[in-house]
């Protein structure tokens, strides 16, 4: 056993091609350190179709475990800025349009929840992927009287694949992972999308660390937001991991076919892919200069108090939502032709005054078109006032540490089961 170590940490294991694989290759190296009564029965109840998809399963768990990691370090950055900035100003929009005001904090506990979703997609991809094919053999089980339960607790699988068949062929939880991972894409390519916007001069929001953009050729005042645009580009490169995996499993028959195969390269390059996007990400989240004043500005600019205007005539002037709403829309509507907004109050009382019988008082119409004070309102649960806001932070850290601690729990439980593997492996080998 230690020998073996050894070789593969000098590099002293070379695959002889003529071998055909790896699995040979290892069988055959064991027959030349240990002997054959050995070596030559490694493969008694085993078959390359079982042990490939055990291999498969052995790394892609450490591998989930490392994306779920990732996107636990993504969540603690965008927590910590919620956290300072829940009473941060920015508007909200629908249709890339001025919708309501929001906070800074309210976007990225938005993110977070969304992130949550994907750390429950990938636990239940881990649950399925942890089941031990070994011991399905070629297709068909063995005759051999073997406890597929024990090889199962030494790699530390939590459960068996009981079908033999379904075991070597299917590769559904390969599938899953690209799907899951396609999923969490998206919504990193949300975020660096409304980043990529943000940083340009027209929204003025952000300043992207230097790290994480380039300058142009020939234009020297360009600061582009590379990073964020280099994980926007690659999550189509991981929707085609998914779509070429699913081409390739769609017309095969049951029972291992060599097809399977392909699947492999572009299963370790998606994960890669997505932990090195989740940690830009997270960098680039990191060191990110956010511009309060200008997005404060840009809220009370515009209309984005309207909603609550409406809102406000439905609670103190008994209208239906729907009068208030064409109300305030004609008011909107009249000051914008005037080139106004709301910050233009003796306007906008005017034009109250002429729509609304008893209209609303000027020191109460000047608070109630401040962006602060409309923030603050929306206290329904989920909603963006800074306690709702405070709220949910709590909330979802309560979240990520549940998660981290389960991922915690699972590597606990592999690397105990590789210690209890070498320990019987040693006492075989001591007691030969």
Same mark, same amino acid.
């Given at each position: 056993?230690?020998?073996?170590?050894?070789?593969?940490?000098?590099?002293?294991?070379?695959?002889?091609?003529?071998?055909?694989?790896?699995?040979?290759?290892?069988?055959?190296?064991?027959?030349?350190?240990?002997?054959?009564?050995?070596?030559?029965?490694?493969?008694?109840?085993?078959?390359?179709?079982?042990?490939?998809?055990?291999?498969?399963?052995?790394?892609?768990?450490?591998?989930?475990?490392?994306?779920?990691? $990732?996107?636990?370090?993504?969540?603690?950055?965008?927590?910590?800025?919620?956290?300072?900035?829940?009473?941060?100003?920015?508007?909200?929009?629908?249709?890339?349009?001025?919708?309501?005001?929001?906070?800074?904090?309210?976007?990225?506990?938005?993110?977070?929840?969304?992130?949550?979703?994907?750390?429950?997609?990938?636990?239940?991809?881990?649950?399925?992927?942890?089941?031990?094919?070994?011991?399905?053999?070629?297709?068909?089980?063995?005759?051999?009287?073997?406890?597929?339960?024990?090889?199962?607790?030494?790699?530390?699988?939590?459960?068996?694949?009981?079908?033999?068949?379904?075991?070597?062929?299917?590769?559904?939880?390969?599938?899953?992972?690209?799907?899951?991972?396609?999923?969490?894409? $998206?919504?990193?390519?949300?975020?660096?999308?409304?980043?990529?916007?943000?940083?340009?001069?027209?929204?003025?929001?952000? $300043?992207?660390?230097?790290?994480?953009?380039?300058?142009?050729?020939?234009?020297?005042?360009?600061?582009?937001?590379?990073?964020?645009?280099?994980?926007?580009?690659?999550?189509?490169?991981?929707?085609?991991?998914?779509?070429? $995996?699913?081409?390739?499993?769609?017309?095969?028959?049951?029972?291992?076919?060599?097809?399977?195969?392909?699947?492999?390269?572009?299963?370790?390059?998606?994960?890669?892919?997505?932990?090195?996007?989740?940690?830009?990400?997270?960098?680039?989240?990191?060191?990110?200069?956010?511009?309060?004043?200008?997005?404060?500005?840009?809220?009370?600019?515009?209309?984005?108090?309207?909603?609550?205007?409406?809102?406000?005539?439905?609670?103190?002037?008994?209208?239906?939502?729907?009068?208030?709403?064409?109300?305030?829309?004609?008011?909107?509507?009249?000051?914008?032709?005037?080139?106004?907004?709301?910050?233009?109050?003796?306007?906008?009382?005017?034009?109250?005054?002429?729509?609304?019988?008893?209209?609303?008082?000027?020191?109460?119409?000047?608070?109630?078109?401040?962006?602060?004070?409309?923030?603050?309102?929306?206290?329904?649960?989920?909603?963006?006032?800074?306690?709702?806001?405070?709220?949910?932070?709590?909330?979802?850290?309560?979240?990520?540490?549940?998660?981290?601690?389960?991922?915690?729990?699972?590597?606990?439980?592999?690397?105990?089961?590789?210690?209890?593997?070498?320990?019987?492996?040693?006492?075989?080998?001591?007691?030969?």
């Amino acid at each position: 056993m230690q020998i073996a170590k050894e070789d593969i940490r000098k590099n002293k294991f070379e695959l002889n091609p003529d071998l055909e694989d790896v699995h040979l290759n290892v069988e055959s190296y064991i027959i030349r350190t240990c002997g054959i009564e050995y070596g030559g029965k490694l493969h008694i109840a085993r078959s390359r179709n079982d042990q490939v998809v055990t291999d498969v399963k052995l790394k892609l768990r450490e591998e989930i475990l490392e994306v779920m990691d $990732s996107v636990l370090g993504l969540q603690n950055v965008l927590l910590k800025l919620a956290s300072k900035t829940k009473d941060t100003i920015m508007p909200g929009f629908t249709h890339l349009q001025h919708a309501q005001p929001i906070t800074l904090g309210f976007w990225a506990t938005a993110y977070v929840s969304m992130l949550v979703r994907d750390l429950e997609r990938l636990e239940g991809l881990y649950s399925r992927v942890n089941r031990s094919p070994l011991g399905a053999a070629a297709l068909a089980g063995t005759s051999f009287e073997i406890d597929r339960n024990i090889t199962a607790k030494l790699l530390g699988f939590d459960s068996i694949h009981v079908h033999a068949l379904d075991s070597v062929s299917s590769r559904d939880f390969v599938m899953e992972t690209f799907s899951a991972l396609s999923i969490l894409m $998206s919504n990193l390519s949300r975020m660096a999308e409304d980043l990529i916007l943000w940083s340009s001069h027209e929204f003025n929001f952000i $300043s992207l660390p230097e790290e994480y953009t380039t300058g142009s050729s020939i234009m020297p005042q360009k600061k582009n937001p590379d990073a964020a645009e280099m994980v926007r580009g690659k999550t189509g490169r991981v929707y085609g991991a998914l779509m070429q $995996s699913l081409s390739i499993l769609k017309g095969l028959p049951l029972g291992y076919n060599r097809d399977l195969q392909e699947d492999r390269s572009l299963l370790w390059d998606t994960l890669k892919t997505t932990r090195m996007s989740l940690n830009v990400m997270g960098g680039m989240l990191s060191g990110a200069e956010f511009n309060k004043e200008k997005m404060e500005d840009v809220v009370d600019e515009s209309f984005a108090a309207a909603t609550e205007l409406a809102n406000h005539l439905v609670k103190v002037n008994n209208m239906s939502f729907r009068e208030s709403h064409q109300v305030i829309g004609d008011v909107v509507n009249k000051l914008f032709k005037q080139g106004k907004t709301f910050r233009d109050i003796d306007e906008t009382f005017a034009l109250l005054k002429k729509e609304v019988d008893g209209s609303i008082p000027l020191s109460e119409l000047r608070e109630l078109v401040d962006s602060k004070r409309v923030v603050e309102a929306n206290k329904s649960r989920g909603g963006t006032s800074p306690g709702e806001v405070g709220k949910m932070v709590t909330s979802l850290r309560s979240d990520v540490k549940k998660y981290k601690k389960s991922v915690g729990k699972k590597r606990r439980k592999i690397f105990k089961a590789k210690e209890l593997t070498e320990s019987r492996v040693m006492d075989i080998l001591i007691n030969k």
